[in-house]
């Protein structure tokens, strides 16, 4: 990831100056790059913009008076990646915030308890993928409390099927199978 | 009286027992999200989107509406007790509101906040109610190429009144358009951006992107930050102002209802802008500017008087001219397109009973939230203690489940992790999410007008200069967008955004 990678730039800049050529590298970073928000937003928004305008290549132009599927998206898909452009410049102009600290761990939980749901949710039931999110979000801080997750599921589980499944008809399967 | 006879059928909707129930289900779910950080109202209506199908229109649009201006309320709660704005709007009010806290004073503020609340939600209420007639008469005369300009005019006043880079906001707001782009081509049906995939047939759900960006990206931003509050909840036994206290605050509210309202109307404003603003007059009309930052009451007065006279009349340029001015009004056109509502000036004249309905659900509501802040405070202030362990993996299954009902689709519940790690990456890289909303409902409608304008004109871009109306609009776009850019007014603006 991109983004994972300046990030690793920032701590290795704190760790110290053990590593020479690393260092080096940090410095050469620093000077060429000043802004980096502004640097990766625009290489983030070039690389959507291109994406649309590759994409979206062969969809039918039309004329300015019948405009064809292509027409508005091409000239949004310019506009961004001159924006993004821009922006990328300017990230290498003018001095900037650093990008915080990227924390793996609860991203990818978080992320991985939603997407756990969508996999359960209908092959295993609402039950397992209440307490699959759970549990596995919960995980995202620290040291996890057992006693508390258990509460969490208990209350959220109740809230899925009294609430959602038996009160609002919402059509979700209770159990496995 | 037009106005009376509205009102009348107004309070006639509003004022039944069922409207009123979801009324109060909406202001106390409000006043709750407010007081929670870590979930705003985006994030709510969001997920509550899809339940609301279920509901009667105007009982749902009148249950979502409680929800933004609810919390605007419950986020100075938490901005006085915690010195954590439970919304963006409360943040200015952290500065004072927290500071009387520490004096012992929290009652004091509380009350003048949720006082200053309630004059200036009626007063914007009656706004809303007199305005919108005349605007909606206005818009009726308006053909495609109007329309275009008025949606550009409306998103280039939204990046120009955000704060953050401007830049950025308005790759931001292009990048919206495109992403609302995808699905079958309108006219012609062929598929753009579908990546062969036909669950996007109907285009990417609002409520996907929604929720992905704002609730999921949130979470993991807040779970980095770790928490430590601390709560005054010792000291908030003498609830009432003194006598000084009105006499200092009353102006203060008067004032921050009258900014509120009117930086509510433009586009982009919403309940921030106001507050901010509000905040700033105070600071430079006081005899003593020193005492701000110091617990003045006039601090916590104008500010919330704004936020909240804001959030309703937000509401002005998305029933009148079907325009969302900020991301809760983005999800509103949602929940009314869900209902079979084409938001815009027709509303008022097909459904006049909704749209008064939902305006005077408003005076409701903030009655309401009177009881609700005042006399049952103690009840917000015990939520306070609930930790966020607990919170978030809560919020995140009602998120799961919001998304998959919509649909009944798996696969948006797959699309949305992917927006939750883009809105994780915008977070990291300082692009605000709300201008990408913004662009991203009106991206369709921009497509639509711009090509029956074109074909109108045979293809001759000058009609969108020559007609005079919509000529004016998109010089009062130009116009603002020079004046943003303008090195000394940007300084004022950064200065603005970053002093309070």
Known sequence: ?177 | MDLLDNLALGFAVALTWQNIAFCFLGVALGTLIGVLPGIGPVATIAMLLPITFHFEPASALIMLAGIYYGAQYGGSTTSILVNLPGEASSVVTCLDGYQMARQGRAGAALAIAALGSFFAGCVATLILATFAPPLAELAFKFGPAERFSLMVLGLVAAVTLAHGSLLKAVTMIVLGILLGLVGADPEVGRMRYTFGLPQLTDGIGFVVVAMGIFAFGEIIANLERGENREVFTANIKGLWPTREDFRLAWKAVLRGTGIGSLLGILPGGGAVLGAFASYMVEKKLAKDPSRFGKGAIEGVAGPESANNAGAQTSFIPLLTLGIPSNAVMALMVGAMIIHGIQPGPQVMQERPELFWGMIASMWVGNLLLVILNLPLIGIWVKLLSVPYRLLYPAILVLCCIGIYSLNNSVFDVGLAVLFGLLGYVFIKLKCEPAPLMLGFVLGPMLEENLRKAMTISRGDPSVFVTRPLSMSMLLIAAVLLILVVLPAVRRKREVAFQEP
């Open chain 1, 1 to 177: 990831m991109r983004v994972g990678v300046s990030a690793d730039n920032e701590t290795r800049q704190t760790s110290g100056v053990q590593h020479n050529a690393q260092t080096t590298q940090c410095q050469w970073g620093r000077r060429v790059i000043r802004g980096r928000q502004d640097f990766w937003a625009g290489l983030l928004f070039v690389s959507f913009g291109v994406l649309a305008l590759f994409v979206g290549r062969n969809y039918p132009m039309g004329t300015a008076m019948r405009m064809g599927p292509g027409y508005f998206p091409m000239i949004l898909g310019g506009l961004i990646t001159l924006l993004g452009l821009a922006l990328t410049v300017r990230g290498l102009l003018v001095r900037g915030e650093a990008i915080e600290r990227i924390s793996i761990v609860p991203l990818v939980l978080v992320l991985a308890s939603v997407a756990v749901f969508a996999w359960t949710v209908e092959d295993f039931g609402i039950l397992a993928a209440v307490v699959a999110v759970v549990v596995i979000s919960s995980l995202a801080r620290g040291r996890p409390h057992w006693g508390e997750i258990l509460l969490v599921c208990v209350v959220m589980c109740a809230l899925a099927v009294g609430l959602f499944t038996k009160a609002l008809g919402l059509p979700f399967k209770i159990w496995p199978g």
